[in-house]
T-cell receptor, first 116, second 111 residues
Framework: GAVVSQHPSRVICKSGTSVKIECRSLDFQATTMFWYRQFPKQSLMLMATSNEGSKATYEQGVEKDKFLINHASLTLSTLTVTSAHPEDSSFYIC????????????FGSGTRLTVV | SQKIEQNSEALNIQEGKTATLTCNYTNYSPAYLQWYRQDPGRGPVFLLLIRENEKEKRKERLKVTFDTTLKQSLFHITASQPADSATYLCALDKAGNMLTFGGGTRLMVKP
């Protein structure tokens, strides 16, 4: 089955530093990947749509200069949280969809970011 | 914009009983609706997808219904087990293959 690998699973960083999160589709090609953010006991909120070879599309209210997305290949998308602050602490999850929609979307295992 | 409502209160049931979770949406009917399971600290796992022209879909102990008139989907787990305890999310598609998620319902199955 489709597998999406996300790393790291947990990261603690100091305020003002940048953190990069990787999302890889291991056994299928994903021209589109999605990045979500989830606060405790809340649902997933779509941050941006990552398209291979082009600029990401950000949802309203998401700062594109703060959350840099790169989708350089059909199997890898990265999210970089720049100049992180404590309010950026959250659970970040990526997902990708295979062409046939019967399979739904495959999600990574998520990254718990804590900014201290 | 699409609003998706799931019961935010936890659903507690006894092992062996059928769990029924509800997902209501308020705006346009999506081309398909999906259900996911999420365990604490993990990403969602896809369970079932049902299309707008399908009224019911089954997979092992799971059953999903889709009523576009009521704008509602029901998710059933029969013969529930403690291992079914998790948060269950419904999601609807948007343009560009994006998904909008409901707030999820936490299910607790007691032995």
């Amino acid at each position: 089955g489709a597998v999406v690998s996300q790393h790291p699973s947990r990261v603690i960083c100091k305020s003002g530093t940048s953190v990069k999160i990787e999302c890889r589709s291991l056994d299928f090609q994903a021209t589109t990947m999605f990045w979500y953010r989830q606060f405790p006991k809340q649902s997933l909120m779509l941050m941006a749509t990552s398209n291979e070879g082009s600029k990401a599309t950000y949802e309203q209210g998401v700062e594109k200069d703060k959350f840099l997305i790169n989708h350089a290949s059909l199997t890898l998308s990265t999210l970089t949280v720049t100049s992180a602050h404590p309010e950026d602490s959250s659970f970040y999850i990526c997902s990708a969809a295979r062409t046939a929609s019967n399979y739904g979307y495959t999600f990574g295992s998520g990254t718990r970011l804590t900014v201290v | 914009s699409q609003k998706i409502e799931q019961n935010s209160e936890a659903l507690n049931i006894q092992e062996g009983k059928t769990a029924t979770l509800t997902c209501n949406y308020t705006n346009y009917s999506p081309a398909y609706l999906q259900w996911y399971r999420q365990d604490p600290g993990r990403g969602p796992v896809f369970l079932l997808l049902i299309r707008e022209n399908e009224k019911e879909k089954r997979k092992e102990r799971l059953k999903v219904t889709f009523d576009t008139t009521l704008k509602q989907s029901l998710f059933h787990i029969t013969a529930s087990q403690p291992a079914d305890s998790a948060t269950y999310l419904c999601a609807l598609d948007k343009a560009g293959n994006m998904l909008t998620f409901g707030g999820g319902t936490r299910l607790m199955v007691k032995p």
